[in-house]
T-cell receptor, first 114, second 113 residues
Framework: AQSVTQLGSHVSVSEGALVLLRCNYSSSVPPYLFWYVQYPNQGLQLLLKYTSAATLVKGINGFEAEFKKSETSFHLTKPSAHMSDAAEYFCAVSAPRGSYIPTFGRGTSLIVHP | DTGVSQNPRHKITKRGQNVTFRCDPISEHNRLYWYRQTLGQGPEFLTYFQNEAQLEKSRLLSDRFSAERPKGSFSTLEIQRTEQGDSAMYLC???????????FGQGTRLTVV
């Protein structure tokens, strides 16, 4: 079984500051990992994914994440926050075969101050 | 490709009534997932189809819930005798057989009054 833990239900940054959203995973097999973003009353949009290729993954809107097996982490970063980045962010894990059912974390709300 | 489509977007119903939601996945995707999301939480898995076969169901899917995917195309999720605790966003997602990311619809927000 797979699971993820997102540390911090809320993260607050100033516009232009570094964004760091933390995700740790648990998996009995090498996982697939994902970050999704959700705006109010909307579905989830994929930001980036790790599927056992390069450990540093670049996504949309300037976000990137690094897979660290030794730390079982997949933290999401962005060098400079923009007001439009304010949203809910979800980390997800799935097995690399079989049903591929994504299991989601509880989410982190990113607040961006002007 | 118009993405995953869910209807209706919003549904208000009285306790005890039955409701049905529809999901149209991306056309070439043969895997389809239903999730439920309550306020302040991440999506919770309900059930999964590969083509028309329902292969996995969560313990969250009580006897009042039923899902179908006839002919392996669109899917419906029905909730019978709704309860206030059923109020949530119901999300549908689809993916290919090769795994990788699931693509989500906009969701159906259910309010049981």
């Amino acid at each position: 079984a797979q699971s993820v833990t997102q540390l911090g239900s809320h993260v607050s940054v100033s516009e232009g500051a570094l964004v760091l959203l933390r995700c740790n995973y648990s998996s009995s097999v090498p996982p697939y990992l994902f970050w999704y973003v959700q705006y109010p009353n909307q579905g989830l949009q994929l930001l980036l994914k790790y599927t056992s290729a390069a450990t540093l993954v670049k996504g949309i809107n300037g976000f990137e994440a690094e897979f660290k097996k030794s730390e079982t982490s997949f933290h999401l970063t962005k060098p400079s926050a923009h007001m439009s980045d304010a949203a809910e962010y979800f980390c997800a894990v799935s097995a690399p075969r079989g049903s591929y059912i994504p299991t989601f974390g509880r989410g982190t709300s990113l607040i961006v101050h002007p | 490709d118009t993405g995953v489509s869910q209807n209706p977007r919003h549904k208000i119903t009285k306790r005890g009534q039955n409701v049905t939601f529809r999901c149209d996945p991306i056309s070439e995707h043969n895997r389809l997932y239903w999730y439920r999301q309550t306020l302040g939480q991440g999506p919770e898995f309900l059930t999964y189809f590969q083509n028309e076969a329902q292969l996995e169901k969560s313990r969250l899917l009580s006897d009042r819930f039923s899902a179908e995917r006839p002919k392996g195309s669109f899917s419906t999720l029905e909730i019978q005798r709704t309860e206030q605790g059923d109020s949530a966003m119901y999300l549908c997602a689809s993916s290919t057989d090769r795994g990788g990311e699931a693509f989500f619809g906009q969701g159906t927000r259910l309010t049981v009054v």
